[in-house]
């Protein structure tokens, strides 16, 4: 139960701001509402329902584990729920100046507490529960609250301890081992906790526009979980994950056994050239320009990267210790990242008494800065890749969109275009009330031989599209579980009610940014996956536990609507999906893996929730090791029906590349291990005349 590291990622000390930042924060909630309200799809009014539904989603993304507020001070704030509707229309901030009263308080209450709480060791040889209702509800007063976060820090410690997975623990002679463990988690945790206080005291304009930036968020968020508000730096991340260069150090990290060292140097990158960092050297410190020295010395890679992404233009000085012991520092600022093609789309070959192609990339992604030519878009990448594979003679092709979150509209166009003829390959509506159709204009296809897409819960957006797309045109098999059913798009505007929506230059530079869903995707059908998801043609989810994390379950959630098919698409010839459905069900029916796999989830399913987590060592540990033997069990690895080859193409980067052939090494083992990649090779097999 890793929570706590993101729950208690909001401690600072505060430095009041002046007043008008709090107008500046109202007056960006009103230029929301007006943008929302020009530009959104569907458009709600701001009235109670939308002041009940502000409250709410702002308090919880305060205080989303219930660690900081007590009940006595939500009572205090709940004045004002049935007066934000006014507060946001009018510009006022009674609510903002109270809010942000009580959460400096309660701050440095939680702050003071952490420090009380990891000033002596943890006892685990006790009775004490967590329960699993305190995530819920708030604590009624200052001592409940304490207790509340004292088994928070505790279950952290614990999920430390049981990681040792040795009985030693419990043995008389190791009391002091257990102790001196029981003392280094107990440090690590705290570590953590004071790390991320100074990194929110380094937000910038404090703990003031934290809040102020939380309030307009929700306010955004009341409409839909995907139209949001945010900053500069979390423009550039949007931006990153859809494909334009980011702006980077250039240097990967690797988990030490205590602290972080640099793994790998980016050649041309600024860390590259600075001359005075290598691989090995052991990150100690990290200065943002003009700010608090942040020590890093026991953090782990992924609070770095936290860390290190949070500037764009800033300076940062890096403390080192070099492999003689001496310490160095280096002072670098982000560049552009430089052109580097590893990694984004890969792909193998699958061969047994066929061979099939298998292609892999973790995201739709598009060149935000070279949007005519599209040049370095997915789609042109996966289409480099389906020729080498096509020289190496594959009969199939299997594309592996599992936990692909989209990205996007276009390249999903154009990756469905590889695989059919020009035609409609979707629809989309605004808030007006003609269609448009989304069409592959480009005549002939890259691959036409027989393909199965791979999708799962996490595959949503661009990646839904596609494979409704092919599910449609009776193109692919589509085999998975049901997708996450987002199928609706959003478009990046700087906060400005004066923005042309027709010329919207997304990489205009503003103080704060919007993203707001302006159109909803329809299928050729008519059909959407919105709020419902792709459904397979081979459902494999009675392998899995019934998932939580869907669209269909956030708020605000805009619901799935039909309207016309399409009238001009021509699906293909059926394919023969009773035969491959007949297929899978005997082969799963006998299968080890799937046949322990479906006991495990029906015995996961039918276990009833337990109220409360054990805070006893012993318990733990045995729920642990419990866990970690039905694991092993369930998911036993199997012999897969092929071996695992690279193109010519890309055995000879390797030649060059001792990185590129580790990382390859590791692919191989995590595909000849994965048993749905097997099946897959096995209907796609069955598909090959």
């Known amino acids: 139960m890793k929570f706590l590291l993101t729950v208690l990622s909001v401690f600072a000390i505060i430095i009041f701001a002046p007043a008008q930042t709090l107008q500046k924060a109202a007056e960006n909630a009103f230029v929301v509402t007006r943008m929302v309200d020009k530009i959104h799809v569907e458009p709600k009014p701001i009235d109670k329902q939308f002041a009940a539904g502000l409250f709410k989603t702002v308090i919880n993304g305060l205080d989303e584990s219930k660690i900081y507020f007590t009940q006595q001070d939500i009572n205090q704030l709940k004045k004002w729920e049935a007066q934000l509707d006014v507060q946001v229309l009018k510009m006022q901030t009674g609510f903002l100046s109270d809010l942000l009263n009580v959460y400096t308080a309660r701050i440095k209450q939680a702050d003071t507490m952490v420090d009380n709480i990891c000033s002596k060791p943890f006892q685990f040889n006790t009775n ?157 410190a990290l200065q943002w320009e003009g700010k608090e020295v942040i020590n890093v010395s026991d953090a782990s890679s992924n609070e770095i990267s936290s860390i290190l992404s949070a500037g764009i233009n800033e300076k940062l000085t890096i403390t080192v210790k070099k492999a003689d012991g001496s310490v160095r520092q280096v002072t670098l600022q982000k560049e552009k990242a430089v052109d580097d093609d590893d990694d984004k789309v890969k792909s193998f070959i699958l061969k047994g008494d066929k061979t099939i192609g298998f292609i892999s990339f973790p995201a739709f992604y598009t060149d935000w800065e070279d949007k005519r030519n599209n040049a370095n878009g997915c789609a042109n990448d996966i289409a480099k890749e389906i020729l080498k594979l096509k020289k190496e003679g594959i009969q199939g092709l299997i594309i592996d969109l599992r936990f692909n979150g989209g990205g996007s509209v276009q390249e999903a166009i154009d990756l469905s275009g590889l695989f059919i003829d020009a035609g409609p390959v979707g629809q989309i509506k605004t808030k007006e009330e003609k269609v448009i159709t989304l069409k592959d204009v480009n005549r002939g296809t890259v691959f ?56 919207n230059n997304e990489q205009v530079k503003a103080d704060n940014y919007i993203k707001i869903t302006d159109s909803k995707l329809f299928r050729i059908n008519g059909t959407t996956a919105q709020e419902i998801g792709v459904i397979p043609d081979i459902d494999v989810s009675p392998f899995f536990a019934k998932p ?75 729920n642990y090791q419990r866990e970690q033997k039905k694991d092993s069990l369930t998911y036993k690895l199997h012999n897969s029906s092929f071996s695992i080859n690279n193109t010519v193409y890309e055995m000879q980067k390797m030649k060059a590349d001792e990185v590129l052939a580790e990382n390859n090494a590791i692919w191989k083992k995590l595909l000849s291990a994965d048993a749905f990649i097997d099946l897959s090779y096995r209907i796609v097999e069955k598909m090959i005349k």
């Open 128 to 284: 004490e529960k967590y329960a699993i209702a305190d995530d819920t509800t708030f604590a009624a007063d200052d001592k409940a609250k304490r207790d509340k976060l004292y088994k928070k820090i505790k279950l952290e410690i614990l999920d430390e301890l049981v990681e040792y997975d040795s009985l030693e623990l419990f043995s008389p002679k190791y009391a002091k081992k257990l102790d001196s463990i029981e003392a280094a988690a107990r440090k690590k945790i705290k570590s953590i906790l004071k790390r991320d206080i100074t990194k929110q005291q380094n937000y910038p304009g404090g703990l003031i526009a934290y809040i102020g930036n939380e309030y307009c968020n929700a306010v955004a968020t009341y409409f839909d979980p995907h139209t949001e508000f945010f900053s500069p730096v979390a423009k550039e991340r949007l931006e990153t994950e859809l494909g334009e260069k980011p702006m980077q150090f250039g240097f990967s990290l690797n988990n030490d056994e205590v602290g972080t060292s640099i793994s790998r140097l980016l050649p041309g990158s600024p860390a590259y050239k600075s001359g005075q960092l290598n691989k090995g050297d052991k990150i100690e």
């Open 548 to 622: 939580t994390e869907r669209e269909a379950n956030e708020a605000n959630v805009i619901h799935s609507s039909v309207i016309a098919a399409n009238k001009y698409y021509k699906p293909y010839a059926p394919l023969p999906l009773q035969e491959l459905k007949t297929y899978f069900k005997a082969y799963t029916d006998t299968a080890q893996f799937f046949v322990n796999g479906k006991k495990a989830v029906m015995q996961y399913e039918n276990e009833k929730l337990q109220p409360f987590v054990t805070l006893n060592l012993k318990e733990a540990f045995n």
């Open 448 to 503: 036409d031989g027989p393909l199965l897409l791979m999708v799962n819960t996490y595959s949503a957006s661009a990646s839904e599209m596609v494979a409704g797309t092919l599910q449609d045109y009776n193109r692919a098999v589509i085999l998975g579980t049901p997708t996450y059913g987002k199928a609706t798009a959003q478009q990046v505007f700087a906060l400005d009610t004066t923005i042309n929506i027709e010329d």
